[in-house]
């Protein structure tokens, strides 16, 4: 099962663009990089998923070296209300065993005006 | 639209007794998926359904059972709850199975004395 490792805290200002690495030294080949943001007391929201390269929508973009073993989260400009905790999640996209979706422990991101 | 509503919202419960967390979703999605959310831990899959009629076990499911009678509703009961069961629990769905992109409910806070 691919595991992943992030930092467990982040501090920007608003305005500021803001990048958070995930490792993912074992995602296998048919795995995915789903990234996912929360805010206090609701439950997980969708943000970008990737397979390679790079991969950018209204809200963020997704950069995956080659070997796919790291993945970083790029959100432009960020403001207050971009404080919450980030999670990557590495598994399977259509198709597969549920069992192999993994929620790494998040980053913690703290927006200051 | 309603999306994933999850009930109750909140809930108090004595060691050893029996409770059923409810989620219901109306967006005819196949799977469906119950996660517990702690501190320091994130998020662990507890028990998933690919589609109605069929269960599979996550990363933590001891303590858990789940059914899946139809489409719309997925409930998760402690058969008999201990402490270390106190948790928020989160109930969450995507359009297929094994697809990366899900939608969360709004969670239900669990405290077992």
């Known amino acids: 099962l691919a595991k992943t490792t992030q930092p467990i805290s982040m501090d920007s200002y608003e305005g500021q663009e803001v990048n958070i690495t995930c490792s993912h030294n074992n995602i296998a080949t048919n795995d995915y990089i789903t990234w996912y943001q929360q805010f206090p007391s609701q439950g997980p929201r969708f943000i970008i998923q990737?397979?390679?390269t790079k991969v950018t929508n209204e809200v963020a973009s997704l950069f995956i070296p080659a070997d796919r073993k790291s993945s970083t989260l790029s959100l432009p400009r960020v403001s207050l209300s971009d404080t919450a905790v980030y999670y990557c999640l590495v598994g399977r996209s259509y198709g597969g065993s549920q069992g192999n979706l993994i929620f790494g422990k998040g980053t913690k991101l703290s927006v200051k005006p | 639209i309603a999306g994933i509503t999850q009930a109750p919202t909140s809930q108090i419960l004595a060691a050893g007794r029996r409770m059923t967390l409810r989620c219901t979703q109306d967006m005819r999605h196949n799977a469906m998926y119950w996660y517990r959310q702690d501190l320091g831990l994130g998020l662990r899959l507890i028990h998933y359904?690919?589609?109605?009629?069929?269960?599979g076990k996550g990363e933590v499911p001891d303590g858990y059972s789940v059914s899946r009678a139809n489409t719309d509703d997925f409930p998760l009961t402690l058969a008999s709850a201990v402490p270390s069961q106190t948790s928020v629990y989160f109930c969450?769905?995507?359009?297929?199975?094994?697809?990366?992109?899900?939608?969360f409910g709004p969670g239900t806070r669990l405290t077992v004395l």
């Open positions: 359904s690919n589609t109605a009629g069929t269960t």
């Open positions: 969450a769905s995507s359009r297929l199975a094994g697809v990366n992109e899900q939608f």
């Open positions: 990737g397979y390679k």
